[in-house]
C-alpha cells in the first residue's frame, strides 16, 4: 500500500511449488464427502484424497454497525485486500483516513502510509480500549508508542466508542463516536480481529471449538483422515492450557509443517501458542510474546514484573539507541510468562525471541538471574547491562520485600 515492494514479492509463486512436483489447482472448494474422500470444486471439479489437510484461513470480522457497508470502508486480510486500499487511494486521492482498532496491523498500515506521504494524510486511529495494542502490551509501555505516534502526526483517540460509520451517496464521510463527536473521513479502514473460516469443516460434521476447528496435539480434527492448520484452527495457549485464536504468521507456519511432518509418519507435538509478534511503526521497533499482565489477571495469575532500560550498543560507541523491555513472571511459580519490548533499533526488538525461548523452557526468575548473553561493543550493551538478567534481578528482589 505504501509502495515499498510488489505483490509478487510477498508470494510464492506456482512455479515454485510445481518445480516441487506439486500439482496446483486454482479454485473453490465447495463440500466435501467424507464417505466417498473426494473434494469438490465450485467448477465441478472432483479431487479424491487419502488424506486432506484443511488451511481455510480466517476472515475480518466486521462489526454490525450502521454504515459498515459503505464504499470506503475496507478491511485487510490478503494480498487483493491491499491492492484494493491501494487502488483506491490513489484512484480518489483521499487523505482524510479513520483506523478503527488499533491493533499492530491498524498501525503498520497508518504509519507506513504517514510515513510515505506525512504531509498529505490525515489520519485518525480510534481504539474501544484504554491504549494501542492492547491485546499484545500493557498500558506502561504502549502509552509510550502512543506519545511517539501523536509525535509523528497520527490522532490517536484511545478509549472511544464508534457508534456509527456516516456517509452520503453510498460513500463514507466519516465515523461518529458515542460521544457525538464526528470524525470526518475519506475511507475508514476496519481491523477489529478476524474469525476462522470453518464453513467447510461444520458442513462434515468436523468438531469445533470457541475458536475455530478442534484438532489434537498432532493436527487431526474429530475425522482421522483430516487434518486442519493455520488461523482455521483452535489453538491452546502454552501457558494458561486455554483454547485460544492464535491467527498469527508464526503459528500458522509451524502448523503447516507440523502436518506435513505428520503425514510423513512423524509423531511431533504442537506445543501450543505464546502469539510472539513484532511490529515497526516509523523508527519504533516492538515486539512482544506470551501474557501480558492484564492477560495474566484475567486468567487468575499474580504476577511480578520488571522493566528495564537498555541500550543497543555499549554506551562509549557512535550509535548507541535506546531500548526497553518489560518482563513478567508468575508471582507462584516464578516462571517467565511473558515479555514486552519497545526499541529504537532493530536488532533489540528480536531479544524476544530468546524470551520466548526462556519460557518454552520453563525458566524461573532465579534462572534469568544467571542468564548470559553474547556481548561485543558494536551490538549489545555492556554485560552489566544486559536486560533480562537485571529484569530478573529486580523481580528477585520485589519478591523479598
Known sequence: MAGLVTGESIVNPDQKLQGAGIKVITGKAVSIDVNTKKVYLDDGTEIPYDKLIMG???????????????????????????????????????KKLAFIGAGF???????????????YYDIHVIELLSHPLPMMMDKDLAVLLQEYLVEKGMEMN?????????????????????????IAADMVFLNVGARA??????????????FGIRVNKFLET????????????????????????????????????????????????????????ACKLFDKVLSGTGLTEEQALQADIETVSAVVDSRSKHGMIPGVKPWTIKLI?????????????????????????AVSALILGGKTI?????????????????PSMEPITIAAEQALQKLRT
Open 56 to 94: 481455510t484461513g480466517a476472515s475480518p470480522i466486521i462489526p454490525p454497525m450502521e454504515g459498515h457497508d459503505l464504499k470506503g470502508v475496507l478491511t485487510l486480510r490478503s494480498l487483493s485486500d491491499a491492492e484494493t486500499i491501494k487502488h483506491f487511494l490513489e484512484d480518489k486521492k483521499l
Open 105 to 119: 496491523i491498524t498501525l503498520e498500515v497508518a504509519a507506513l502510509l504517514k510515513a510515505a506521504k506525512p504531509d
Open 158 to 182: 484511545m478509549g472511544a466508542k464508534v457508534e456509527k460509520i456516516l456517509g452520503q451517496d453510498g460513500t463514507v464521510t466519516g465515523v461518529e463516536l458515542s460521544t457525538g463527536e464526528i
Open 197 to 210: 473460516n470453518t464453513e467447510l469443516a461444520k458442513d462434515i460434521g468436523l468438531e469445533i471449538g470457541r
Open 222 to 277: 474429530s475425522n482421522p483422515d483430516i487434518l486442519a492448520a493455520g488461523d482455521c484452527v483452535e489453538k491452546e495457549d502454552f501457558i494458561t492450557k486455554k483454547p485460544v485464536p492464535g491467527q498469527l504468521r508464526g503459528p500458522a507456519v509451524i502448523q503447516g509443517r507440523l502436518a506435513a511432518k505428520r503425514l510423513a509418519g512423524y509423531k511431533i507435538e504442537f506445543p501450543g501458542v505464546l502469539n510472539a509478534w
Open 329 to 353: 513472571f508468575d508471582k507462584d511459580s516464578r516462571k517467565l510468562i511473558g515479555g514486552q519490548i519497545i526499541s529504537d533499533a532493530v536488532s533489540p526488538a528480536k531479544e524476544i525471541d
Open 366 to 382: 532465579e534462572d534469568l538471574t544467571t542468564f548470559m548473553t553474547a556481548g561485543n561493543p558494536d551490538s549489545s550493551s555492556e
